[in-house]
């Protein structure tokens, strides 16, 4: 099984859940988060102070999958959210020792 | 005290009531939203409070002896007698203070209505240069102590007959003559530039020095935490001015009308001045720019608006719109911690607005041929409130600072004097778990629930 952790543009959030959707995926979990990449951070200015804002609001996306389906998953996600400006994320794959399904007690695969 | 006949004018009575309650909305919750919406979102209750808790200590000092101190008839000099009508004792039903002809009798309790709402925001005023750090107790000492010996005084002083005014014996009298009792050149102060802005501005500059700067002043970002309050504050403090300035006249007459046409031209193109200098400077025109510019104005104007033409009134504003905009940036420069530019914004309007009256004034300024004496005049008053002001506040808080102490701990202040000094938080952005008890609330029975209450401890 594998993790694939997506930090995404907020605003693509909908159309990569939709992309998701469409191959198959049940579940996923989503979080807002702060960072930055290459892009660093931008500047605001109130009354003549410039304040630098070093991390820029990002959602992360993470979705548990079979070990087959993560390369697939990755270009999913790669394709919806992707509007080739600076600041598009990035998606990573890590693997996963054990899943287990809280209601039923279902271990491994069966509980993704 | 004119004589005047002896029925009401009620046109009047029910104007200086509703001034007086619009000059009320300026402080809260104007000023407290202006102020709130302008600190972090850790004090903005603390930012909020010290507008409201001016409020209630004030107006309470002002029923029992402000009034007397500063509009009393037994001149002591630089104050009236506070016994005279302590408690708002022998008020007069008929009270007639400029002495118009027919009209304009009001009842002395409503003009002091008018003038408590001046106090009260005045002392306001004051507590955005020390935003953040300030213990609640000692804000609530300072109040009525400042009040007393700096801000009554003042105001008796211009408005009350004392040496800063228009009577024959003031300075202004004996410097260039009187005639009848009356100062030939009168300094201009319609509605409160020395005695309210240049008076809270100074003493906001001497308490952000005693006091000290923020934890991390200069170096780590203190943004506004929200800025749609400012815009909402900005906006109520602005319709309560026309209270604060036309009221002043204490009639709904021509100069009243004229003020509010002044109040608006002056402000409007204050705002276009601030964004002005901000888009030049800084790239970019901002909200806090056109609130900030929009309260620069109505300081300028508020001394100059019963003297100056509109069109002066908007020469007037664009350059305090202007001035305001670089001089906030004065406390990076010097180190001053005015956290929310009460010396930027209504000590340098605020002087700006008294000398700028007596350069605009139609009848007397120097723009307009009256020669250079208003002028002096104007700069004599502005000045003798700066220094009466400062050593007053100083001498304040030097003492404040010795017994109670003015700040909280650092440890406080970091996490958000909120928390400790009111036990609130304004805004509940997560659940945090917990359980809930106190004064008012019976101790919950020792029952199962407390297996249930295991849900929500530690939950983060």
Known sequence: MKLVTAIIKPHQLDEVKEALEAFGIQGMTVSEAQGYGRQRGHSEVYRGAEYTVDFVPKTRLEVLVDDMDASSVVDVVLKAAQTGRIGDGKVWVTAVEDVARVRTGERGVEAI | ?460
């Open chain 2, 1 to 460: 005290m004119a004589e005047a006949a002896e029925t009401l004018d009620y046109a009047s009575t029910g104007f200086v009531i509703i001034c007086a309650s619009l000059v009320l909305l300026m402080t809260t919750p104007g000023l407290a939203l202006f102020y709130g919406g302008l600190t972090r979102a850790k004090s903005v209750l603390n930012m909020m409070m010290m507008s409201f808790g001016a409020m209630g200590v004030v107006g309470v000092v002002y029923i029992l002896w402000g009034y007397s101190m500063s509009f009393g008839t037994e001149n002591l000099g630089v104050i009236a007698n506070p016994f005279q009508k302590f408690g708002l004792a022998h008020m007069e039903p008929i009270y007639n203070s400029f002495g118009y002809e027919g009209y304009g009798n009001i009842p002395e309790l409503a003009f002091v209505a008018f003038q408590l709402t001046f106090a009260v925001i005045t002392v306001a005023l004051i507590s955005g240069a020390v935003a953040d750090r300030v213990k609640f107790s000692t804000w609530l000492v300072f109040a009525p102590i400042w009040v007393t010996f700096a801000y009554f005084p003042i105001a008796h002083m211009v408005w009350g007959g004392g040496i800063l005014g228009a009577a024959g014996n003031s300075i202004s009298g004996v410097l260039f003559g009187a005639t009848d009792g009356a100062a030939d050149v009168a300094p201009i102060d319609f509605a409160g530039g020395t005695v309210v802005h240049i008076n809270a501005g100074m003493a906001g500059l001497v308490l952000a020095l005693v006091v000290g700067t923020r934890v991390g002043f200069g170096k780590i970002p203190m943004r506004p935490h929200n800025v749609p309050l400012v815009m909402i504050g900005a906006g109520l403090l602005w319709f309560g001015w026309f209270g604060f300035n036309a009221g002043s006249e204490l009639a709904p007459d021509g100069t009243a009308a004229l003020v509010w046409v002044n109040t608006t031209a002056a402000t409007c193109a204050a705002m276009i001045g601030w964004l002005l200098v901000e888009k030049l400077r800084d790239g970019h025109a901002t909200s806090v720019g056109a609130a900030s510019g929009v309260v620069a104005g109505l300081v300028a104007i508020t001394p100059a608006c019963g003297a100056l033409s509109p069109v002066g009134s908007i020469i007037l504003g664009v350059v305090a719109g202007g001035l305001s905009a670089l001089a906030v940036g004065l406390k990076y420069r010097f180190g001053f911690d005015d956290s929310l530019d009460v010396v930027g914004v209504h000590l340098v309007a605020g002087l700006w607005g008294t000398i700028g009256a007596g350069l605009l004034a139609t009848s007397t300024g120097l723009f307009y041929g009256g020669g250079i004496r208003q002028t002096i005049v104007q700069v004599i008053v502005a000045l003798a409130t700066v220094v009466i002001s400062g050593v007053v506040t100083l001498v304040i808080a030097l003492a404040l600072k010795a017994t109670m102490g003015w700040r909280v701990s650092e440890d406080v202040e970091v996490s958000g004097i909120d928390q400790d000094e009111h036990a609130e938080s304004a805004y509940e952005l997560a659940t945090r778990g917990g359980r809930i008890g106190g004064a008012s609330v019976p101790a919950p029975a020792r029952t199962n629930v407390s297996d249930q209450s295991h849900d929500l401890e530690g939950a983060k």
